[in-house]
Every structure is written in structure tokens, then in C-alpha cells.
Nanobody, 122 residues
Framework: QEELVESGGGLVQPGGSLTLSCAARGSAFSDSSMGWYRQAPGEQREFVASIRSSGPADYEAFAKGRFTISKDDDKKMMFLEMTDLKPEDTAVYFC????????????????WGRGIQVTVSS
């Protein structure tokens, strides 16, 4: 089980940018996939983006072209750069880590952060 700590959330105006960070405190970071899900009030959790240990990234349609996922193996941190933010991006964003390293794959063994609020509003 990895301890994951998100940071960087907050309030931004439509069209603005925000970068989320996720720090991994355990030992599995370098061999694992990581990514982000989000959940808006009253809605199901939905996939945002993922990155495999070797680097390939995947994005949900709403994120493609606007969001960029990246990681720093030395610092054991993963990032989500979000641009051109829209009100519908408002949600709690959850960082995850999965040691099977299949990218967007999650399971009961996936580690999760506690979530961080992103609010896009004028």
C-alpha cells in the first residue's frame, strides 16, 4: 500500500490553468502506473489520465489536448497540468498508483490519495 498525497488544487477561472501534484511515499513508484480520476458531486468517478512507469500516457476524451500528465521518478512525484479549464472540470481529483503497471487499470489493490478539490468558476 502506497501513501499518496495530492496538492495544487484550488479555485481557478474558466480558461485558466492549474497543476496538480501527487507525491508517493512508498517504494513502488518507479515500477508502477499512476494517474487521476475525478468525481463531481452526484456523479460517478471518472477516469482523467494515466501514465505507465515507462512513460506512455492515456487521456479521457475531455482531457485530451487540455491536460498533460507527467512524472518525476527521482522525486517520486506525478503531475497533472490542466489548461483551458471549464466549469465542468469542477470535481474532486484523486491520484492513484497501481503496481501492475497497466496504465489506466485499477483494482482493489490500487492505492489512492484522499482527493483534492478543483473548482472552476468565475
Amino acid at each position: 500500500q502506497e501513501e499518496l498525497v495530492e496538492s495544487g488544487g484550488g479555485l481557478v477561472q474558466p480558461g485558466g490553468s492549474l497543476t496538480l501534484s501527487c507525491a508517493a511515499r512508498g517504494s513502488a513508484f518507479s515500477d508502477s502506473s499512476m494517474g487521476w480520476y475525478r468525481q463531481a458531486p452526484g456523479e460517478q468517478r471518472e477516469f482523467v489520465a494515466s501514465i505507465r512507469s515507462s512513460g506512455p500516457a492515456d487521456y479521457e476524451a475531455f482531457a485530451k489536448g487540455r491536460f498533460t500528465i507527467s512524472k518525476d521518478d527521482d522525486k517520486k512525484m506525478m503531475f497533472l497540468e490542466m489548461t483551458d479549464l471549464k466549469p465542468e472540470d469542477t470535481a474532486v481529483y484523486f491520484c492513484y498508483l497501481d503496481e501492475l503497471d497497466y496504465g489506466d487499470y485499477i483494482s482493489d489493490d490500487t492505492s489512492w490519495g484522499r482527493g483534492i478539490q478543483v473548482t472552476v468558476s468565475s
